[in-house]
């Protein structure tokens, strides 16, 4: 499984596309094919899986139970605007508009790059997020990670 790092700027052109950055590029397994989807995310960003991640997530999706209102409000939410990409030739992908519009992407773009995926980011609305900060991170840090045990804890 890639597990992606690093915070790339970039931009779109006119007709919407979105080169991706060669050091990202170099980050894909073979099994990802240059094949993506692209679903809307947390916080007013886009998602960017390889398409051989997205298969797995699917599939975990997949497994909610149906006959429960909140999990199909989920998955309805989940699927909404997924769509696969390729990318082209000189290693660009086509955002499509309707994302673009959900998650205010204009010309300047960052690419957050964690785990299993690549958010995609309206530039300022990313740059606001860092800004607003946790005052005290290493609070944070212990309340989400405190109960994790360290390895060889046992």
């Known amino acids: 499984m890639s597990s992606f790092i ?22 894909l397994e073979p099994a990802a094919n240059e094949s993506f989807v692209l679903n809307r995310g947390f916080e007013q960003c886009l998602v960017l899986y390889p398409k051989n991640h997205w298969d797995k997530v699917s599939a975990e999706v997949n497994k909610l139970n149906q006959y429960v209102k909140k999990n199909r409000e989920f998955i309805r939410y989940f699927y909404r605007g997924a769509t696969e990409l390729t990318l ?24 957050f790059a964690y785990s299993d995926r690549i958010e995609v980011w309206n530039k300022e609305k990313y740059e606001g997020l860092l800004t607003d900060e946790p005052e005290d991170f290493a609070n944070l840090a212990e309340e989400v990670m405190g109960n994790q045990q360290q390895e060889g804890d046992e």
């Open 6 to 27: 690093g915070e790339f700027d970039c931009k779109l052109d006119a007709k919407g596309r979105l080169m991706v950055p060669s050091g990202l590029r170099k980050q």
């Open 88 to 111: 082209d030739g000189t290693g660009r992908l086509l955002l499509p508009k309707r994302l673009q519009e959900y998650a205010e992407i204009g010309k300047e773009v960052v690419l």
